[in-house]
């Protein structure tokens, strides 16, 4: 009798061997974003992204824009503490020194997106593309993960210390 032992080969196949690093790159290689997740929001009509931007190239660039599917905007939001208070602040560009990985994290930089037609939650897949100052684009495709307890508490913090 085989049967059995299928659901557990399975199992240990799939506990065994990571799933497979997504990765995308510009059309030149030059740029790739990979590490890409979103926290699952709670409050709704926001959710934060983070991802890690590979610059291989000899020169440096600037993510300038992030246009995702669903979301009304999304910004640049760069974590820090004022007065001992975390407090999050937008910047209009983020810069990609030339042969380097910039990281976005939890409780560092990352993305906002701003009025989601949809609370992401989690098991979602966000899309998008990012756009840089030297014209290339990288598509994003960020999977939504219960990671929100962070973020939340920088932005309800920002939102108490900006009024
Ligand atoms: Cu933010």
């Known amino acids: ?11 240990a196949a799939a506990c065994g ?21 979103a926290g699952e ?14 610059n291989r190239g000899a020169v440096d660039d600037t993510l300038e824009a992030i246009v995702v599917e669903g979301a009304g905007s ?11 208070i975390r407090v999050m602040a937008p910047v209009s560009a983020l810069p990609l020194p030339a042969d380097q990985v910039t990281r976005l994290v939890p409780g560092g930089t990352h993305v906002m997106l701003l009025d989601l037609a949809r609370r992401p939650v989690a098991g979602d897949s966000l899309r998008g593309v990012l756009r840089f100052r030297s014209g290339r684009e990288v598509s994003l495709r960020a999977e939504v993960h219960g990671l929100t307890e962070l973020e939340d508490i920088l932005h309800e913090s920002t939102r108490r210390s900006a009024g």
């Open 17 to 37: 061997s990571p799933e497979p690093r997504w990765v995308s790159t510009s059309r030149d290689g030059v740029l790739e974003i990979s590490e890409a997740f």
């Open 41 to 54: 929001s709670v409050t709704g009509g926001t959710a934060a992204v983070y991802f890690a931007l590979r």
């Open 1 to 11: 009798m085989r049967l059995p032992c299928l659901p557990l080969l399975l199992a």
């Open 74 to 84: 999304a910004l640049i939001h760069e974590a820090g503490e004022r007065d001992g």
